[in-house]
């Protein structure tokens, strides 16, 4: 894990990301633990733990507030066909393909020994 904090500025500047949407992840990501954040001099951004310890479906499950791909996955279903439909379990089995894809790549995965992406 590289020691050296990155700022928010930085991160901003060089992927022409608005400062403040980015101050809202990186906050979610602290405060899930994926991000080590520091204030002040010295301070910055750092991965928590090694990329390799990042599962990308984990930060997935972690940051999106609702995986229902469609209104029925919910409780609240107004669907006049949810006690017959099939498409229900067929949506839900590819939901749980994608996550499983995601649960085999970590962080470091995406990264690898590309120079350019570190």
């Given at each position: 894990?590289p020691?050296?904090?990155?700022?928010?500025k930085e991160?901003?500047e060089?992927?022409?990301?608005?400062?403040?949407?980015?101050?809202?992840?990186?906050?979610?990501?602290?405060a899930k633990?994926f991000?080590?954040?520091a204030?002040?001099k010295?301070g910055?951004?750092?991965?928590?733990?090694a990329?390799?310890?990042?599962?990308?479906?984990?930060?997935v499950?972690?940051?999106?507030?609702?995986l229902?791909?469609?209104?029925?996955?919910?409780?609240?279903s107004?669907?006049?066909?949810?006690?017959?439909c099939?498409?229900?379990g067929?949506?839900?089995?590819?939901?749980?393909?994608?996550?499983?894809a995601?649960?085999?790549?970590?962080?470091?995965?995406?990264?690898?020994?590309?120079?350019?992406?570190?």
């Open positions: 894990m020691e050296r904090r990155i700022t928010i991160v901003a060089r992927f022409d990301i608005s400062r403040s949407h980015l101050m809202k992840i990186v906050t979610e990501l602290v633990g991000v080590d954040g204030r002040g010295g910055g951004l750092r991965l928590a733990r990329s390799s310890e990042i599962g990308l479906g984990n930060v499950r972690q940051l999106e507030p609702s229902a791909l469609v209104e029925c996955f919910g409780t609240q107004h669907c006049l066909l949810d006690p017959a099939r498409l229900k067929a949506l839900d089995g590819a939901l749980q393909a994608f996550l499983a995601l649960d085999r790549v970590s962080l470091a995965d995406l990264v690898g020994s590309d120079a350019r992406l570190h």
